[in-house]
């Protein structure tokens, strides 16, 4: 089977870096191909595309049995999740580039983060003979930093300080980049090409739709993702467009961006910016309007805990897709003052789906531009959403989904229990539903089933 990379080939940026530019097409396939067999050599295969198939009976274990719920499942992936096609999009415009070389002697990349892509970047730093420093946090699993270092990867463990905002690894990590390490992760404000990468994810979704409808263009109805830096959500949301672009996608899905309630950064943002767009001929006068307009006449930071899924979901539907000049102007004010809607969460980040637990969103103006385009609203999915999702993907499909693999799946709980069981969930009959399984379980992680088995035991 050919390497998705050279599947997507000619839609990827990195292809401009080429010597000749767009148009060295044997350049580019030599490239992957060598870097996939260099992959494959360290990992035992390379990037095939992975599964994307209908799950009726969860659809039915979930409540949506009238929807059609499709889960892409990338936990068979190179090491064992969706990240190592970011990294591999990195590694590939470094050889295009050839500005850093792939020589081990040269200066070493360097990678934050709490576990998968530090288990990707290793994996593909090995393949290219790079040196790699990994920074991560204190309780990163211990499985995958044996495993970054048997890859030859340096780890290096970085304690929270009380006072300073923002994650300690990340902060190690710049501070590595500014020392002279060559930028190697999944957040796409230090490395662009990492976006590049994971849209090849996007693109084998709608393949497999077209596939499945037997012609183009696809459709995909709403799509339930999780965000923790946001490379992935932006990845995903940024390939779908270039796929309506293309005329294989009929119309971009409704976007709902998943995050926990121990940290939300994504969402407040969003909050931000839907509660200052509202005018009072537009407020939802079913939700509390007196509370909306105050927020918005005081243009204040919108607190924690301000809005729940229920009012984010009705303001969603009063402000509706934005398009045009609306939709720039919204997307202007994220980009003119950033820090007013994006900040580091105040507190230490906690939650059972850990890989999401990034203190900012790095990559998420494209996120919240999708929103906003889609009539989508960002979801916060309680602690018994994300077990609960992880328990039902296990039990109704053959996926063996880590916890914030399954975290998307959370974000559609949510939305199920925001409607109060009266099915005002925005859903119609027969939607096509996408949730993402973005990585598998490991040595360490928390038995999905083991409530189960205690209440059965008992």
């Not at 230090?190 to 409808?213: F, K, N, Q, S, Y």
Request: glycine share 10%.
């Amino acid at each position: 089977m050919a390497s998705t990379f050279e599947d997507y080939a000619e839609r990827l940026e990195a292809r401009r870096l080429a010597p000749g530019g767009v148009a060295a097409s044997d350049a580019v396939a030599t490239a992957i191909g060598e870097l996939d067999a260099a992959v494959a050599a360290v990992e035992g295969h390379g990037f095939e595309p992975t599964p994307f198939a209908p799950a009726p009976e969860l659809a039915e274990a979930v409540g949506i049995g009238d929807a059609e719920l499709w889960i892409k499942d990338e936990t068979g992936n190179v090491s064992g999740s969706h990240k190592a096609r970011h990294l591999f999009g990195v590694a590939l415009a470094h050889r295009l580039g050839a500005s850093d070389g792939d020589s081990s002697d040269a200066a070493p990349y360097a990678i934050a983060s709490c576990g998968n892509a530090a288990l990707a970047a290793a994996v593909v730093a090995r393949a290219v003979g790079r040196r790699i420093d990994v920074f991560v946090p204190t309780w990163a699993n211990e499985a995958v930093v044996d495993r970054i270092t048997e890859l030859g990867g340096r780890v290096v463990r970085c304690e929270r300080r009380p006072g300073v905002p923002g994650d300690p690894a990340h902060h190690a990590m710049l501070a590595a980049i500014e020392a002279g390490a060559v930028p190697f992760s999944c957040q796409g404000t230090e490395t662009p090409a990492t976006i590049d990468g994971g849209r090849t994810l996007a693109w084998e979704m709608v393949d497999a739709l077209i596939e499945h409808d037997g012609g183009a263009p696809a459709r995909l109805d709403r799509l339930f993702v999780q965000v923790g830096g946001g490379a992935l959500a932006t990845a995903v949301v940024t390939g779908l467009a270039a796929a309506v672009d293309r005329g294989d996608l009929a119309r971009l899905p409704v976007v709902h961006a998943v995050q926990p309630q121990g940290n939300h950064p994504l969402v407040r943002a969003w909050d931000t910016l839907a509660l200052e767009s509202l005018t009072p001929e537009r407020a939802p006068n079913t939700r509390d309007s007196s509370y909306f307009l105050d927020r918005i006449v005081r243009a204040q930071a919108v607190p924690t805990g301000a809005l729940d899924n229920g009012r984010r979901a009705a303001i969603a539907e009063s402000i509706g897709p934005a398009t045009g000049e609306r939709l720039q102007e919204l997307v202007d004010l994220l980009r003119y003052d950033p820090e007013r809607y994006m900040r580091a969460w105040e507190k230490e980040p906690v939650s059972y789906a850990s890989g999401i637990l990034d203190d900012i969103t790095y990559d998420w103006v494209d996120v919240v531009e999708a929103m906003l385009a889609t009539g989508g609203w960002p979801l916060v999915a309680s602690e018994d959403d994300f077990r609960q999702a992880h328990r039902l993907a296990h039990e109704h499909t053959g996926i063996d989904v880590c916890p914030t693999g399954a975290s998307g799946l959370g974000g559609l709980l949510a939305l199920t229990a925001a409607s109060g069981g009266s099915g005002s969930t925005g859903m119609s009959p027969g939607e096509r539903v996408a949730v993402l399984f973005t990585g598998q379980m490991r040595p360490g992680d928390a038995d999905p089933l083991e409530a189960e088995r205690t209440r059965s035991d008992s």
